[in-house]
Each structure stands twice: as C-alpha cells, then as structure tokens.
C-alpha cells in the first residue's frame, strides 16, 4: 500500500504498517460492526410504527440524503439565476444612463440542509477558538499557582455542570440588551450561540490545562530554576510542551462539547444551524421528516468524529513524545 494511502488512514486508526491480520483488524472488523449495526437498524425499523409513519431505515435515510443535496443544488441554481437576471437588469439600467444609480441585493431564499451545516461549522468553530483563547492562558497561570487554583477551583466546579439550557435564556437576554447597533457586524442569533457554547466548552480545556501544568516534572522545574528562565520563557520551553498531553485531551473533550451544546441550543433558541433544521422537520410533520431528521443524526454524529479525529491529528503533530500512542 502507497505511502499516500497511509497517511490518509492513519488519523482514522490505521497502523503505520498494514499486513494482513492488521488490515483485517483496522478495516475488516470495524466495517463488520457497522454492517451488524445497519441490519439491526433495518430489522428494527420495520417493526417502529410512529404518527408519521414506519421509521426510517437505512434505505429511506439514503434517499432523503439524496433528496436534500437536490434541494440544495436548486436553491444555488435559483441563487445563480437571480444574481444573473439582476447583473442583466443593472447593465441595461446603466447602458440607458451610464450615471444611474443600481442596486446590489442579497438573495434572501431558504437555507438549505448543506446551508445549515455550514453555519453551524463556523458557529462551533468560532465558540471552540474563543473558549480555547481564554482556557489555556487561565489553566496555565491557575496551573502555575496553588493559591490561585485553590481560590478558583470551587467557582469551576460550580459552574462546570451547567446545562447549556440554562444559559441560553440568560445569554440571549444579555445580547439582546447589549448587543445593539444597526449593523451589526454578526447576527444576535450567532453571538448568542457563540457565546453559550464558549461557556459550556469553557471548563474540559481550563481544569485539564490547570491538571497539566501543575503535575510537570520537578526535574524540569529544576532545570528551569538552574537556567534562571524567565517566566514567560519557563512557560513557553518547560510548561506548555509538557502540559500538551493534558491540554489536547481538554480541547478534544471541550470540541465534543461544544458540537453537543451547540446543536440543543439551536433547537431551543431556534438560532440557525442543524439545529433548527432537526427542529422545523419535527415540527413540519411530512411523511419524509423522520428520515430527513435520522439524515441530520447521522451527519451530527459523522461531523463530530471528524472534528475529533481532526483534533487527534493536531496533538500528534505538536506532541513531543512520538512514542506514545494516542487514540
């Protein structure tokens, strides 16, 4: 198997090196759970009769997967032909006045299922980065003093174990009363999701920097305190190449947070996202939302292992120790 081949499967959980019995093990066996998996599903699907019908099996979930990427491909065909008939009305208008004054609009159709998933992409991404900013810093100095952990320790795990349907009123009513401009750079819909999921993905990455810092090696301290290493400098080439175990173990359950988090609030708050798509086809009660909505579950769930995969990816390139295995 090609070098290329290798490196594509090992984020996946591919060894270094494939043989037969490893080949087995890596795609063989995985490809039989999710063949097991796939027929129970069918089997019990047939026998699960709801107010909308026979729930979805495999089968149906693939056509509507279908059916959902049409409807995207023509809403950018109706996106396409209504900038082109707008481009060909301005150039008329101006072909007639060369000084007359044309306006550009925006299209305003439906946002589609590939839409929704784009936005809650960029909205979990943005919440992730912005807790990531204010978690490592605040681990690393908690981390680094044993009064400070102290004092604040009892504050994170008070509010470590708030549900993010409990922020969300109080987020939403505090962006509404201080979010106010008439043109805003981002919509109230996102900063009131950013806002929540930052929140909620806060804690993983703050306690398990905090953990890492504080149980470096007294040797490396020592050898800190012999070089006579500036604070920053300590931080920078004894503290943070030794804490990355730690602190990527909190990043990766602070993204799966952040996806989980992000998904209820876009229900609750009807923000847009895969969210409110899951929402609006329960509420929608057609004879195809059940599929349409197992089609989101699945792509929830895909989209979540490979931010984590994405992530895992990341610590073992920034990871000193090569030797250790991670999964």
Known sequence: MSSMTLKLLKPLGFPDKLNLASLIKALVVPMSGILIFLFIWNIGARNIHTSLGEFPGPAQVYEQSKNLLSEHNRERQKEAAFYQRQDDRNAKKLEKNPDAEIKIRGYTGKATFIDQIGTSLVTVLAGFFAASLIAIPAGIVIGLNKTLYSAFNPVIQLFKPVS?????????????????????????????????????????TLLNTAVGVSTISADLNNV??????????????????????????????????????????????????????????????????????????????????????????????????????LR
Not at 275 to 292: A, H, I, T, Y
Not at 308 to 324: A, C, G, N, P, T
Request: proline fraction near 5%; aromatic fraction near 10%.
């Open 164 to 204: 993010p349907l409990a922020w969300l009123p109080l987020v939403t009513m505090v962006v509404s009363a201080v979010y106010v401009s008439d043109d805003p750079m981002f919509a109230k819909s996102f900063v009131t999701s950013l806002i929540t999921v930052s929140l909620c993905c806060l804690w993983p």
């Open 224 to 325: 800190s305190k012999v070089l006579r290493l500036s604070w920053l400098t300590h931080v920078i080439k004894i503290v943070i190449p030794s804490a990355i175990p730690m602190i990527f173990t909190g990043l990766r359950l602070s993204l799966g947070i952040a996806w989980m988090v992000l998904i209820a609030a876009e229900m609750l708050a009807q923000n847009p996202g895969l969210g409110k798509f899951v929402w609006d086809e329960f509420q929608n009660g057609s004879s195809n939302s059940l599929g349409r909505i197992m089609v989101a579950v699945i792509v929830i769930g895909l989209i979540g292992f490979m931010l984590d995969r994405i992530m895992l990816m990341l610590q073992k390139k920034v990871s000193w120790d090569k030797s250790q295995e």
